[in-house]
T-cell receptor, first 110, second 117 residues
Framework: KNEVEQSPQNLTAQEGEFITINCSYS?????LHWLQQHPGGGIVSLFM???GKKKHGRLIATINIQEKHSSLHITASHPRDSAVYIC????????????FGEGTQLTVNP | DARVTQTPRHKVTEMGQEVTMRCQPI?????VFWYRQTMMQGLELLAY????????DSGMPKDRFSAEMPDATLATLKIQPSEPRDSAVYFC???????????????FGSGTRLTVV
C-alpha cells in the first residue's frame, strides 16, 4: 500500500462542473502539498496545508488531520484546468522530503 | 514572481557522456531539492540540501550521480557516465523551511528533459 493514495486516477468533466480530487495518507505529516502539472510542463505548487482549509481563486484545498485525508476542489471548472494534480506529504519523520501520490489526470471538456 | 531557473531545458546525449544540470533557486530559500520524474516511477527525490549542506541523497545512485551546491545561487546535478535508463525529466525545487516543520510551499523549476541514447 502506498503511503499516499489519490482518487480518482482519471477524471473527465464538463466545463462548469464542480470537481473533487481526494488524497489519503497513512503516516503522520507535518504538511501536505497539492501540485499541478500540465502536459509536458513544469510543476506548480498550488497549496501547502497543515490544517483546515485554503482557497485561491476557484481552487479550494481542505485537510482533516485526524482522518488523514485531504481534498482539492475546483469550482466552475474550465478546460485550462486540465492537468495532472498531485498530492504530496511531508511526513513528521522524513525531514523535508515529499512523498508523492500517483496523480489524478483531469480533463475538462468544453 | 520569483522563479526557480533550470538549465538546460532539454538535453540529448549519448550513453557514457557526462551530463550536468543546473538550478538557480529562489533567493532566500534555504532548501533545494532534486527530483526525477519518469512514467514508470513518477516523482522520486534524488537529493536535497539545507543551507547548502546535503541532508539526504539516499535516492541517488552514488556510483554515477552527484549533487552539489557550490554557492547559494547554484545547485548542480551531474551524471557520469550517463545511461539510457537515466532518461527522465529532472526537476529542481526550492523552499523556505523553518524550524518545527513550519514553512512555505516549494517552488519547482520547469525541469530538464534528459534523453540518453
Amino acid at each position: 500500500k502506498n503511503e499516499v493514495e489519490q482518487s480518482p486516477q482519471n477524471l473527465t468533466a464538463q466545463e462548469g462542473e464542480f470537481i473533487t480530487i481526494n488524497c489519503s495518507y497513512s503516516v503522520g505529516i507535518s504538511a501536505l502539498h497539492w501540485l499541478q502539472q500540465h502536459p509536458g510542463g513544469g510543476i506548480v505548487s498550488l497549496f501547502m496545508l497543515s490544517s483546515g482549509k485554503k482557497k485561491h481563486g476557484r481552487l479550494i484545498a481542505t485537510i482533516n488531520i485526524q482522518e488523514k485525508h485531504s481534498s482539492l476542489h475546483i469550482t466552475a471548472s474550465h478546460p485550462r484546468d486540465s492537468a495532472v494534480y498531485i498530492c504530496a506529504v511531508r511526513s513528521q519523520t522524513s525531514g523535508s522530503r515529499l512523498t508523492f501520490g500517483e496523480g489524478t489526470q483531469l480533463t475538462v471538456n468544453p | 514572481d520569483a522563479r526557480v531557473t533550470q538549465t538546460p531545458r532539454h538535453k540529448v546525449t549519448e550513453m557514457g557522456q557526462e551530463v550536468t544540470m543546473r538550478c538557480q533557486p529562489i533567493l532566500g530559500h534555504n532548501t533545494v531539492f532534486w527530483y526525477r520524474q519518469t512514467m514508470m516511477q513518477g516523482l522520486e527525490l534524488l537529493a536535497y540540501f539545507r543551507n547548502r549542506a546535503p541532508l539526504d541523497d539516499s535516492g541517488m545512485p552514488k556510483d554515477r550521480f552527484s549533487a552539489e551546491m557550490p554557492d547559494a545561487t547554484l545547485a548542480t546535478l551531474k551524471i557520469q557516465p550517463s545511461e539510457p535508463r537515466d532518461s527522465a525529466v529532472y526537476f529542481c525545487a526550492s523552499g523556505l523551511v523553518l524550524p518545527l516543520g513550519r514553512g512555505y510551499g516549494y517552488t519547482f523549476g520547469s525541469g530538464t528533459r534528459l534523453t540518453v541514447v
